[in-house]
Nanobody, 120 residues
Framework: QVQLVESGGGLVQAGGSLRLSCAASGSTFSGNTMGWYRQAPGKQRELVARIISGGRTEYADSAKGRFTISRDNAKNTVYLQMNSLKPEDTGVYYC??????????????WGQGTQVTVSS
């Protein structure tokens, strides 16, 4: 089992910055993917950014150029630096840990979520 603890959410004015952190503990399998998803009120959860253990990253179009995802493998921690925040970035941000094993078994785990509110 992998436990995920998120931190760093809060209230910020448009144009401001926030840094989210997600620390993984427990059975932190190698070759995993960690990412951040956002769920706005009344909407489905959507990918914001993710990073695999080798460092390759993927961003939603809305995050490109403003957000940066990074990870510290030694600390089993993933970060999301969010700059130039917009009101539409508001939502609950969830950390995700995913591992696909050689037999195609999927292990997928979520954090409890952290609220990000961007005021206009």
């Amino acid at each position: 089992q992998v436990q995920l603890v998120e931190s760093g959410g809060g209230l910020v004015q448009a144009g401001g910055s926030l840094r989210l952190s997600c620390a993984a503990s427990g059975s932190t399998f190698s070759g995993n993917t960690m990412g951040w998803y956002r769920q706005a009120p009344g909407k489905q959860r959507e990918l914001v950014a993710r990073i695999i253990s080798g460092g390759r990253t993927e961003y939603a179009d809305s995050a490109k150029g403003r957000f940066t995802i990074s990870r510290d493998n030694a600390k089993n921690t993933v970060y999301l630096q969010m700059n130039s925040l917009k009101p539409e970035d508001t939502g609950v941000y969830y950390c995700n840990f995913r591992k696909i094993f050689s037999d195609s078994t999927l292990y997928d785990n979520w954090g409890q979520g952290t609220q990000v509110t961007v005021s206009s």
